[in-house]
């Protein structure tokens, strides 16, 4: 089945530096999200970025499908950005569609 | 717009208790999921539904049932809980299936003992 691997795993920084998160998968899909699990555990859904740019606020991410990778920008962080970013991509199951999520980054932003 | 809600938000089983997990969603969404959260293996689709009054299997469906009588909720069942089905539960909904926005609800942390 298809593989969705993130880097880097862990990543501390302090508050208002600027991170990239990196999304790779092994083969071609057709769409791919971002999503951000808070410390309470809520999952937020970020970015429905198959292709191309998208920005909200700090935020940014970019999917190049051709390359099979993604990327999330977080500009200027806050402690509040602090939690697991997981990115996740739909694939065809044995006659269903399913999400398959990466193995997640966790940021800890310090003040 | 409240989103998509989950109640109840913990709770404690013993082996062999039965207990229904309430999703609902206020965003006319006919696409409805339930996933399973486990450390170190992700979410995986316990069951999902494509609409009012259906329902069909996920990857783990095995020991759970769901019921769509209604477009907004969408409920999850347990008839007989094991310690395996110790997880913290998320519901998500959809406009039209996994190529769109998924919305997930705050989660249902369940412990069987």
């Known amino acids: 089945g298809i593989q969705v691997e993130q880097s880097p795993p862990d990543l501390i920084l302090q508050e208002g530096a600027n991170s990239t998160l990196r999304c790779n998968f092994s083969?071609?899909?057709?769409?791919l999200q971002w999503f951000h699990q808070n410390p309470w555990g809520q999952l937020i859904n970020l970015f429905y970025?198959?292709?191309g740019t998208k920005q909200n606020g700090r935020l940014s991410a970019t999917t190049v499908a051709t390359e099979r990778y993604s990327l999330l920008y977080i500009s200027s962080s806050q402690t509040t950005d602090s939690g697991v970013y997981f990115c996740?991509?739909?694939?065809?199951?044995?006659?269903?569609?399913?999400?398959?999520f990466g193995t997640g980054t966790r940021l800890l932003v310090s003040p | 717009n409240a989103g998509v809600t989950q109640t109840p938000k913990f709770r404690v089983l013993k082996t062999g208790q039965s207990m229904t997990l309430l999703c609902a969603q206020d965003?006319?969404?006919?696409?409805m999921y339930w996933y399973r959260q486990d450390p170190g293996m992700g979410l995986r689709l316990i069951h999902y539904?494509?609409?009012?009054?259906?329902?069909a299997k996920g990857e783990v469906p095995d020991g759970y049932n769901v019921s769509r009588l209604k477009k907004q909720n969408f409920l999850l069942g347990l008839e007989s809980a094991a310690p395996s089905q110790t997880s913290v539960y998320f519901c998500?909904?959809?406009?039209?299936?996994?190529?769109?926005?998924?919305?997930f609800g705050p989660g249902t942390r369940l412990t069987v003992t």
């Open positions: 083969d071609s899909v057709n769409n």
């Open positions: 539904s494509v609409g009012e009054g259906t329902t």
């Open positions: 996740a991509v739909t694939v065809m199951n044995t006659g269903f569609q399913k999400l398959v």
């Open positions: 970025i198959p292709s």
């Open positions: 998500a909904s959809s406009y039209g299936g996994l190529t769109y926005e998924q919305y």
């Open positions: 965003m006319n969404h006919e696409y």
